[in-house]
């Protein structure tokens, strides 16, 4: 394993060549846009205010419809950076909703979407991939496409708990 300081002189490498800081930019730029577009497309929803832009391991804003934000849980819109993929993710506004929906789930015979295995340090209750590998060059393809997956998401999320 490399020392920290070992990692900041690949961290350096990178920054100078640009693509790396280049590639960020752009997909931070495009998560805005996407969340911009959800805020205009569906006004009766919910959406945050601000993104969450991680450490580099995922960037995610919420998008959550009132069906679901009257049981204290939301949706978010995850981009991971180490496998360059769109997400959808069911979650709790905290641990103790979260806890109780994860049991929920994992109780169930429901399979639909991937239940992780405990929710020690983990945000989600259930987690679906939408993109996993997206194309950057039609990002009007790309934001149907994650807004085709979140509402089928949303939908069989809504169906199991009614």
């Known amino acids: 394993m490399k020392s920290f300081h070992e990692y900041i002189n690949e961290y350096r490498k990178l920054m100078e ?12 730029e495009y998560i805005m846009e996407l969340r911009l577009y959800f805020k205009k497309t569906y006004s009766n929803y919910f959406i945050s205010g601000s993104i969450y832009y991680g450490y580099m391991d995922m960037t995610y804003f ?9 049981r204290n849980l939301k949706i978010a ?6 496998n360059i993929s769109f997400e959808v993710w069911l ?6 909703v979260q806890i109780k929906y994860w049991n929920l789930f994992k109780e169930s015979d429901w399979n639909k979407y991937r239940i992780p295995l405990t929710i020690k340090g983990i945000d989600s209750i259930i987690e679906h991939v939408l993109v996993e590998d997206p194309d950057f060059s039609n990002t009007d393809a790309l934001t149907k496409q994650i807004e ?7 939908k069989d999320v809504e169906d199991f708990l009614s």
Do not use: C, W
């Open 77 to 82: 819109i995850v981009f991971i950076h180490e």
């Open 148 to 154: 085709r997956g979140t509402l089928i998401f949303i």
């Open 91 to 96: 979650a709790g506004y905290n641990k103790q």
């Open 62 to 70: 919420s998008f959550i419809p009132e069906s679901l934000k009257i």
């Open 17 to 28: 060549k640009g693509d790396v800081r280049k590639a960020y930019k752009g997909i931070m």
